[in-house]
């Protein structure tokens, strides 16, 4: 019997030895190997495309008809307000946007449910027009959620392997290269644990996102995924703080966190097909709902899975985006962000309620005036 505990005891000190052994080495073996991963990067010879969505929320037959399913619900759980749909008449320079600083693009499909700006050229040999009812299941239809039609976008018909998605809130602000998003054939991805404060908790979209980080916590062994791939957690283009980070998030075995910006999303599309393959249930309750609720999934699960299974090529965070909320206040800033090219990518939120009509007026007539001056010639997308 003593030897026995002597043994457990014996056991139990080289385990602690071990990790902590680990909490030294893994930064510093991680380290090594990312010298070589980073050492020769690569052309991408590969399609990408770009997805975009886009609803008009001033048509009177689609309000009518989002009027009619919704029923209200506890209002801490349902997110219907009107930001999350205003059309600021800023898409045309989206497209502008595109061509200017991505003519590389392999193909442009524009998602919406069956709107279709007057302006816009469908027929456009880059250009595929797709509706809800092509690509998400009828049983999810109609949908008023965003996170709905996000995690349904890989079933798009014809959609590329890679491809680049974008809220048409984000608009591209200067030139752009395939290896901005993709290298060796993977996303670029930064992998930095950032647990969520929980004075933040009550954050609808945080909320959202526990649901996510509760997926990828029962699906991977977090110590595992990073002692396979220390050179993506603890590459050397990492500072100390954020190898840290991580070093935590090793030692934790679980992420109650990472680090997200609110800008464009790159992805495989393999890897919706096998997240819809491992936890079909799951999605498809998160699925059914027909508004924003604090019970979502949202496609930053496929973001982690993505970090978490490996198929990620680690960058630093380049800061070569923003993000600027649409109210009255940051006007002057947006503006100035659009004239410069210090930015690849502004994101324009329309993130609080404006109640004064002739506040967003003068908001939009603003916007369209500097867009017009950054982007004032037509480009092949529009008749």
């Known amino acids: 019997m003593q030897n026995s505990a002597k043994q457990n005891s014996i056991n139990s000190y080289i385990n602690k030895l071990k990790n902590k052994i680990n909490w030294y080495w893994r930064p510093i073996d991680g380290w090594l190997k990312s010298k070589d991963l980073l050492k020769n990067p690569t ?9 975009v969505t886009w609803v ?26 009107t930001a999350r749909y205003r059309d600021w008449e800023l898409l045309l320079y989206w497209f502008r946007a595109v061509e200017k600083y991505a003519p590389w693009v392999n193909k442009v499909y524009f998602v919406t449910n069956g709107q279709l700006p007057e302006w816009l050229n469908i027929n456009n040999d ?25 995690l349904n976008l890989w079933r798009i018909p014809g959609l590329s392997e890679h491809f680049v998605y974008f809220n048409d809130d984000v608009f591209l602000n200067n030139f752009v290269k395939p290896e901005d998003f993709f290298q060796h054939g993977l996303p670029n991805c930064f992998a930095v644990a950032k647990p969520i404060c929980v004075d933040k908790i009550a954050d609808f979209w945080q909320m959202r996102m526990l649901n996510d980080y509760a997926i990828i916590n029962s699906s ?9 791939f220390p050179e993506k957690f ?7 703080g954020e190898k840290r980070a991580n070093n935590r998030l090793y030692m934790d075995n679980y992420i109650s966190g990472m680090v997200y910006t609110h800008t464009v999303q790159n992805f495989l599309k393999s890897t919706f097909e096998e997240i819809w393959n491992r936890h079909e249930d799951s999605l498809d309750t998160a699925c059914r709902t027909k508004f924003r609720t604090i019970d979502d999934l949202t496609i930053i699960l496929a973001k982690l899975w993505q970090i978490f299974s ?43 309620e404006i109640e004064d009509e002739s506040v967003i007026l003068d908001i939009k007539k603003n916007l369209i005036k500097a867009f017009e001056e950054k982007f004032p010639m037509k480009s092949e997308f529009e008749l």
């Open 43 to 51: 052309e991408q010879n590969f399609p990408i495309d770009f997805v």
């Open 56 to 81: 008009d929320g001033g048509d009177l037959e689609w309000q009518r008809e989002k009027e009619y399913y919704y029923t209200g619900g506890q209002l801490q759980k349902t997110d219907n307000c």
């Open 126 to 150: 880059k250009m595929r027009f797709i509706t809800h009812k092509e690509f998400i299941p009828e049983k999810y239809l109609p949908t008023f959620c965003s996170d709905v039609i996000e």
């Open 220 to 228: 991977f062994d977090i110590r595992q995924s990073i002692e396979k």
């Open 234 to 240: 603890y590459s050397c283009i990492l500072t100390k």
């Open 310 to 352: 490996g198929n990620f090529f680690p960058v630093k965070a380049k800061h070569f985006d923003t993000y600027i909320p649409l109210t009255n206040q940051e006007l002057g800033h947006l503006v100035d962000a659009l004239r410069s090219d210090q930015y690849k990518f502004l994101c324009i939120n329309d993130c609080v």
